[in-house]
């Protein structure tokens, strides 16, 4: 795999976000991932380390309403659907990584659509 600068940039800038950030079975950590794409949106336990619900632009139970939208609205649709599926599970309070994406653009609208969607980071 090869590797590049701007991705070498996102892995140290995570590597100093997850120093700070764990996820507890109290309080789960909310990660994105970002590919050009598609997004991803996990819910995990950093102690048990399990995934407690994901989201994505690929699961078919969203993917059928998000024809004809743009990343930005698609983004925010996988946060209001990991955030369903959070409460499902009975997690409220999440803290957010943001996986060393800056805080904008579909990041910050899949955190926003988690946030109506019923969590609280």
Known sequence: MASNEKTDTRMRRKRRIRKNVQGTSERPRLTVFRSNKH???QVIDDETRQS???A????KAIAGDLDGKDKTAR????GEAVAKAAKDKGITKVVFDRNGYAYHGRVSALAEGARE?????
């Open 56 to 59: 994505s632009t690929l699961i």
């Open 75 to 78: 983004a925010k649709a996988v």
């Open 39 to 41: 997004i991803y949106a």
């Open 117 to 121: 969607g019923g969590l609280e980071f």
């Open 52 to 54: 407690i619900a994901t």
